[in-house]
């Protein structure tokens, strides 16, 4: 049975950081894709960052409205996917949740493409 299990919500000020993290048992992370979506009221899921490793390399994507400030990464070892968050601001404020792909899978961008979500924990960031 895969699970997932966020940790680091917070609500903090603007301009301020906090590391996400994403603890995956039933499987290993590193042979599928593993991303990090959010979600603010009244609106859609959207995905923040993804990760997936394939023959040795390692891909990664953010998106545009958290590039340079955001960071995902992940511990084999640890079977963790982290989110580093710096610089925060208002518009992040939503409930982030890590999600798992299928195993051998590349990483979409929509929330169907992923089989496995974590209950979600919520970021504020206040003004």
């Known amino acids: 049975q895969v699970q997932l299990v966020e940790s680091g919500e917070a609500s903090l000020q603007a301009g301020g950081s906090l590391r996400l993290s994403c603890a995956a048992s039933?499987?290993?992370?590193?042979?599928?894709?593993m991303a990090w979506f959010r979600q603010a009221p009244g609106k859609e899921r959207e995905r923040v960052a993804s990760i997936y490793t394939s023959t040795g390399s390692t891909y990664t994507y953010t998106a545009g409205s958290v590039k340079g400030r955001f960071t995902i990464s992940r511990t084999n070892a640890k079977n963790t996917v982290d989110l580093q968050m710096n610089s925060l601001k208002p518009e992040d404020t939503a409930m982030y949740y890590c999600?798992?792909?299928?195993?051998?899978?590349?990483?979409?961008?929509?929330?169907?493409?992923?089989?496995?979500w974590g209950q979600g924990t919520q970021v504020t960031v206040s003004s």
């Open positions: 039933g499987y290993g992370p590193s042979s599928r894709c």
């Open positions: 999600a798992a792909g299928p195993m051998g899978g590349t990483c979409s961008g929509e929330p169907t493409g992923y089989n496995y």
